[in-house]
């Protein structure tokens, strides 16, 4: 099997999982949880990370990675694109590009496997108790922590990535010259969170201190939601969330 065929593969096989998932949503009258379980991951990804959305340097990179990787959008159509010509991307793009898709198709799987599953317990709850305590009772009935800790190493690749291949003035200069072929190819969807990506990260410049940051709160994040008591974690959550 070629390196273009696998890549293509895991492309087309998460989101088949993605698609699969908002069916089930759908047919289950669970969409509307979804979105509010993604609602208010969002609220405390933007109350976390506020300090980098109004840096100069390193608010454009932060946008980036809560619009694409932990929005609460309905990338439906982006998902459809993707699934279409993933046996093309490596064709049209470097292979290390190529790879970015893959990150981005495991990270939204990763994603929507795990609001999916919060978002059944959190119908389940009910609205009985105050949201802080309802998230983080789903969070711990979900579990699945080894997950949680792969869809952060997968963020922190494609960070990695995205830095490096800025540095790359022809790679740059060839992306911009593929506006064009993209979009007559279908894949004006990817150019663009290509675009949008390096255009962020080139403007951050040295990206390890926004990745270590992301690494650090993160981590401590996903610790105190398995470990600590669910007291500690429901009066931290809200506290976070008033500053959002």
């Known amino acids: 099997m070629t390196t273009e065929s696998r890549a293509a593969d ?8 993605v698609s699969h998932l908002r069916d089930q949503a759908q047919s289950a009258g669970m969409a509307s949880a979804v979105h509010e379980v993604k609602q208010l991951q969002a609220r405390r990804f933007r109350a ?16 980036f990675f809560l619009e694409e990787l932990y929005g609460e ?4 159509e982006r998902d459809a694109q993707f699934g279409r010509i993933a046996g093309a991307i490596e064709r049209l793009f470097p292979e290390a590009v190529g790879q970015l898709a893959v990150d981005l198709a495991e990270t939204h799987a990763l994603t929507e496997t795990l609001d999916h599953e919060m978002a059944g317990h959190w119908m389940d709850l009910g609205s009985d108790c105050g949201y ?12 699945q922590p080894e997950q949680r800790l792969r869809q952060l190493a ?8 995205l830095q490096r291949l800025t540095r790359s003035r022809s790679l740059l200069l060839a ?15 990817l150019q ?20 270590a940051a992301i690494q650090g709160r993160e981590s401590r994040w996903l610790a105190s939601m398995f470990d600590d008591e669910p007291a500690h974690c429901e009066a931290a959550l809200t506290q976070e969330l008033s500053k959002a």
């Open 175 to 189: 992306l911009k010259m593929m506006r064009q072929p993209a979009q007559v190819a279908g894949l004006s969807s």
């Open 48 to 63: 976390t990370y506020s300090d980098f959305l109004q840096s100069p340097r390193h608010a454009a990179a932060t946008r």
């Open 73 to 76: 959008h309905n990338f439906t």
């Open 10 to 17: 895991q492309i087309r096989l998460q989101l088949q999982r």
């Open 154 to 161: 997968v963020v922190q690749h494609m960070g990695r990535e």
């Open 192 to 211: 663009q969170f290509l675009e949008r990506g390096f255009s962020a990260f080139a403007g951050l410049g040295d990206a390890s201190d926004f990745l």
């Open 132 to 143: 802080a305590e309802r998230y983080v009772r789903c969070w711990r009935l979900t579990g």
